[in-house]
């Protein structure tokens, strides 16, 4: 059976929530649930950028899209409540490093009062419905755990979450806040029960990303703009994917935990050890798969905030339960993002080709 199949007949009809479901990764999820005939609801600020694959795809007429923030608890419990949701995706976040330096409070209450509001919103949901939700997966990030650049580390799922800067350590709490509301409230004998995950993902690649502070954005705005494309930090070691590859752990978690409970559990999401890669390789292999006078250079920065040097991810866990694998590796994850990029810049349509991306990916 392919993962196409065995995901459509999972979601094809059910009402699926997506927090977050504007932004990169949202919209790319969005989309996928599409393609697998589920009833998509989406809660969301404003696309964070402009352009937006959210607007590229036209994703606002194909689903019930909601304005909204997820720390407006209320706002998010009215719709929550029409929403009637059987499972629930929240990704919405406050995502980049370098911005919660900046917006540090910001970060905190989007990152962490944001999974207390959605996790508020299932728990009051389920004791007042005959209905429940019956899965949940919260996206949190590599970012979690206390990293002290060992090298060859790769961090399991076992060891310390304290992130260091307020957006990975505000992931650190909203996985503890998960944890403890699934232990409080969602216990078999609670009868409110919802199985829930937290899904722990590597950094992502993809077509459609035009955020600030990303290797793969600046490389495509640099190179369409005519300069050399400045990379910060080339010797930072992180385990890139294709975006694709969390996405579908994503859906496979929540599908899966339903039917055995048991899985319910946190996981890390990444490539395997070859295809954790320096920033500076991932330029290379991104100058050479677009051709033509792309180049970079190293363009540091004086006093610039804290960042991990070395970060990689043991997948052991998700491997043997799940008995998943990476399907695109890193050569093919950047390849694939290039291809996307050229087509937007030539004009194709891009919701076809986006489709048939996923479709590519998914028969794999």
């Given at each position: 059976?392919?993962?196409f199949?065995?995901l459509k007949?999972f979601?094809?009809?059910?009402?699926?929530?997506?927090?977050?479901?504007t932004?990169?990764?949202?919209?790319?999820?969005?989309?996928?649930?599409?393609?697998l005939?589920?009833?998509?609801y989406?809660?969301?600020?404003?696309?964070?950028?402009?352009?937006?694959l959210?607007?590229?795809?036209?994703?606002?007429?194909?689903?019930?899209?909601?304005?909204?923030?997820?720390?407006?608890?209320?706002?998010?419990?009215r719709?929550?409540?029409?929403?009637?949701?059987?499972?629930?995706?929240?990704?919405?976040a406050?995502?980049i490093?370098?911005?919660?330096?900046?917006?540090?409070?910001?970060?905190?209450?989007?990152?962490?009062?944001?999974?207390v509001?959605?996790?508020?919103?299932?728990?009051?949901?389920?004791?007042?419905?005959?209905?429940?939700?019956?899965?949940?997966?919260?996206?949190?990030?590599?970012?979690?755990?206390?990293?002290?650049?060992?090298?060859?580390?790769a961090?399991r799922?076992?060891?310390?979450?304290?992130?260091?800067d307020?957006y990975?350590?505000?992931?650190?709490?909203?996985?503890?806040?998960?944890?403890?509301?699934?232990?409080?409230?969602?216990?078999?004998?609670?009868?409110?029960?919802?199985?829930?995950?937290?899904?722990?993902?590597?950094?992502?690649?993809g077509?459609g990303?035009?955020?600030?502070d990303?290797?793969?954005?600046?490389?495509?705005r640099?190179?369409?703009?005519?300069?050399?494309?400045?990379?910060?930090?080339?010797?930072?070691t992180?385990?890139?994917?294709?975006?694709?590859?969390?996405?579908?752990?994503?859906?496979?978690?929540?599908?899966k935990?339903?039917?055995?409970?048991?899985?319910?559990?946190?996981?890390n999401v990444?490539?395997?050890?070859?295809?954790?890669?320096?920033t500076?390789?991932?330029a290379d292999?991104?100058?050479?798969?677009w051709?033509?006078?792309s180049?970079?250079h190293?363009e540091?920065?004086?006093?610039?905030?804290?960042?991990a040097?070395f970060?990689?991810?043991?997948?052991?866990?998700i491997?043997?339960?799940?008995?998943?694998?990476?399907v695109?590796?890193?050569?093919?994850?950047v390849?694939?993002?290039?291809?996307w990029?050229r087509?937007?810049?030539?004009?194709?349509d891009?919701?076809?080709?986006?489709?048939?991306?996923?479709?590519?990916?998914?028969?794999?």
């Open positions: 059976m392919s993962k199949t065995e007949e979601y094809s009809g059910k009402r699926v929530l997506v927090t977050g479901h932004g990169f990764k949202g919209s790319w999820l969005s989309l996928m649930l599409k393609l005939d589920a009833d998509v989406g809660y969301s600020l404003e696309a964070p950028t402009e352009p937006s959210f607007d590229i795809l036209g994703l606002k007429e194909q689903i019930h899209s909601e304005t909204g923030d997820i720390r407006d608890y209320e706002h998010l419990k719709f929550f409540d029409e929403a009637k949701p059987q499972v629930v995706l929240h990704l919405a406050q995502p490093v370098r911005t919660s330096y900046e917006f540090p409070r910001e970060t905190y209450e989007t990152n962490v009062m944001g999974t509001n959605l996790l508020e919103c299932i728990r009051n949901y389920n004791l007042s419905h005959e209905e429940k939700v019956i899965s949940c997966l919260n996206v949190t990030t590599d970012k979690v755990y206390e990293n002290n650049d060992l090298e060859n580390h961090f799922e076992d060891e310390k979450l304290d992130g260091y307020p990975s350590n505000s992931k650190s709490c909203s996985e503890l806040v998960t944890h403890s509301y699934k232990k409080s409230f969602f216990d078999h004998e609670s009868g409110n029960v919802t199985c829930i995950s937290t899904a722990r993902a590597g950094n992502v690649i077509g990303d035009f955020a600030k990303r290797i793969i954005p600046d490389c495509v640099d190179t369409v703009a005519g300069k050399m494309i400045h990379v910060r930090n080339p010797y930072s992180r385990p890139y994917q294709h975006v694709l590859e969390p996405l579908y752990v994503y859906l496979l978690i929540a599908m935990q339903v039917s055995e409970p048991v899985l319910s559990d946190c996981y990444g490539p395997d050890e070859e295809d954790a890669i320096t500076g390789e991932l292999k991104f100058t050479s798969f051709g033509g006078a180049k970079w190293t540091a920065e004086l006093n610039a905030p804290h960042e040097a970060l990689k991810l043991d997948t052991a866990k491997k043997k339960k799940f008995g998943w694998e990476p695109w590796h890193v050569d093919d994850a390849a694939q993002t290039v291809k990029y087509a937007w810049y030539d004009k194709e891009m919701l076809l080709f986006t489709r048939n991306q996923i479709q590519e990916f998914l028969s794999e």
